[in-house]
């Protein structure tokens, strides 16, 4: 007798703004949600360590197609850096390597400090991270006590804003580009400072378009009855909603849908735009040729989705 084929989960579409408490994985809370909106396919948009909290969306059914865009967009945190201590991991988990004195600090020699930090900056990235390098994850490596060289990477350091600060602490707001390492920039800050730092506290408040306010924790998804737990899910161009509206004639949408760039008369968009069909329904995203045409770059299947202006 065969065995009865297991369950799936359902062929749900959307995106869940997940406030994420500290002490798990973001793949742990990527799965835990999907288990309690019983779906069948996700993904979560960029790590969070296990020691920080706030906003992971994650994305389920077809919303996952759009999160290269969601990895892409800039992102804000709340950070505690603890000066004089540094880790292993560059972050509260990890094991005390050095202390160093702190020297006496002012509000005006640290802003001065962090003014060096704004704009495009370079990065090497820490040996505790998910990178790969000749084909395996940076902190493999770190946990054999095997260090390698990294290339240093380009980011953009949007804002970095000095809300609090004691004898051996600072409480940054920093507004960043993708790819940006928090513990290097902790630990770049406290060394231009002269001294040594960790991050103690890390807290995510913004990816790209969507805010923390928004966001739900486990135990309040955990709460609610399965119907109200996918109500939460947001539509897929709302991960894009800050890009303009374009929206095609049946005959557009028929060559577009084709994989075909097509020619929009008075298109005043310029990049990626967002597209819609001529009942208002997301087709995907799209971006505004040199020559005026419009190419679809990442399509959905027809959904009902609500019409994003």
Not at 84 to 95: I, K, P, R, S, Y
Not at 114 to 136: C, D, N, T, V, Y
Not at 151 to 168: A, K
Request: hydrophobic content about 40%; overall charge neutral; aromatic content about 8%.
């Amino acid at each position: 007798m065969s065995r009865p084929r297991r369950h799936r989960g359902d062929p749900i579409d959307g995106i869940l703004l997940l406030d994420k408490h500290p002490g798990i994985t973001s793949n742990q809370a990527l799965q835990q949600a999907k288990r309690l909106l019983a779906a069948r396919k996700a993904g979560h948009t960029g790590s969070l360590d296990p020691i920080a909290t706030g906003l992971l969306p994650l994305c389920f059914g077809e919303a996952t197609k759009i999160s290269p865009f969601l990895l892409g967009g800039d992102k804000r945190y709340l950070v505690t850096v603890r000066l004089g201590v540094a880790t292993a991991t560059g972050d509260a988990e990890g094991e005390i390597t050095a202390r160093e004195a702190v020297p006496s600090l002012s509000r005006e020699t640290v802003e001065a400090v962090l003014s060096r930090f704004l704009g495009e900056i370079e990065q090497i990235p820490p040996m505790f991270s998910a990178l790969k390098q000749g084909g395996q994850r940076l902190y493999d490596l770190a946990r054999q006590g095997i260090e390698v060289e990294r290339p240093p990477r380009w980011v953009t350091i949007h804002q970095l804003e000095l809300l609090d600060f004691g004898e051996d602490f600072l409480k940054l707001e920093v507004f960043c580009s993708k790819g940006t390492f928090i513990r290097t920039l902790a630990e770049d800050v406290a060394k231009s400072l002269g001294t040594l730092g960790h991050v103690e506290d890390l807290r995510r408040t913004q990816v790209g378009v969507f805010d923390i306010e928004d966001a739900v924790t486990l135990e309040r998804l955990e709460s609610l009855p399965l119907e109200e737990r996918r109500n939460l899910l947001l539509p897929i161009d709302s991960a894009v909603s800050g890009w303009p509206p374009v929206r095609l004639s049946d005959e557009m949408t028929f060559y577009l849908l084709r994989g075909q760039p097509v020619l929009i008369p008075k298109v005043q968009a310029q990049g990626f735009v967002r597209l819609y069909n001529r009942e208002g329904s997301f087709l995907g995203v799209g971006e505004v040729l040199d020559d005026g045409r419009v190419a679809p770059r990442r399509l959905f299947k027809p959904s009902r989705q609500d019409f994003y202006y």
